[in-house]
């Protein structure tokens, strides 16, 4: 007779999900985890050699569609403004699991320098190739300025997409007054969007704070000596 499949392993990759985002991975107890999967330490090992591996397989739990969803928009056919859009808008509607996810791995990036290579690992072999494929595309066709390096453009693509909705994510769960006078996820990544990609100041207003050139004068030319014109 077949053995029935057991779901240790899942029950132990949610316990473990909770407690890294409550005590962060280093502390986090395994016996906690253990306990709350209802499970044992052994039955851990048995599944996850070492908490790192732990901590990947927590991670994958809600990369894999964020992943899937990248890649596709990525490698759609419209136009690069409109598939790095469609990221904002992605993240913007991340569920409770991968708004998890997304949380445990900023602090870990942060605190953790193991883990950052571990991550920097699986995102190289994940979005990272994808995006950076894209954003080339999007200097050579101009929808990038071509003058700014490649990694101050990733950077302020992907840290606005996904930086300030965790921050908007917070505000909104602990300060629920705040819900009322914010944007709505999607209106908010809609306008981190329309400001990495146009910039936050009106072009008239650029112009208009520009240093104004004297008539009959060229502009970056030394003005003459009034001596000199007597």
């Known amino acids: 007779m077949a053995r029935p499949k057991s779901d240790i392993d899942q029950r132990i990759i949610t316990a473990a999900r909770a407690r890294f985002l409550h005590d962060g991975v280093d502390g986090a107890s395994l016996r906690s985890i253990a306990q709350d999967a209802g499970t044992n330490v052994g039955m851990i090992y048995y599944y996850f050699p070492t908490k790192d591996a732990l901590f990947l397989a927590v991670i994958e739990q809600g990369y894999g569609r964020i992943l899937a969803d990248i890649t596709a928009a990525m490698r759609g056919e419209g136009p690069v403004r409109e598939r790095f859009h469609a ?3 992605r993240l913007a509607a991340l569920s409770e699991l991968e708004f998890d996810i997304v949380r445990i791995i900023a602090r870990e990036a942060l605190v953790s320098s193991t883990r950052l290579q571990q991550l920097v690992a699986r995102f190289g072999g994940g979005h990272v190739p994808v995006v950076l494929a894209t954003t080339q595309a ?7 300025d071509p003058r ?10 992907v840290a606005s997409a996904v930086m300030p909705q965790i921050l908007h994510r917070r505000l909104t769960t602990e300060v629920p007054a705040l819900a009322e006078m914010l944007p709505t ?14 910039g936050a100041t009106p072009r008239a207003s650029v112009k208009a704070t520009a240093p104004a050139v004297p008539p009959g004068r060229r502009r970056g030319a030394a003005p003459r000596s009034r001596a000199r014109d007597r």
Request: aromatic share 12%; hydrophobic share 60%; net charge negative.
């Open 138 to 144: 999007g200097i050579a066709d101009g929808t990038f």
């Open 148 to 157: 700014h390096p490649l990694p101050a453009l990733l950077g302020a693509v």
């Open 185 to 198: 996820p999607a209106a908010f990544a809609d306008a981190m969007f329309e400001i990495v990609m146009n």
């Open 87 to 89: 990221i904002y808008r």
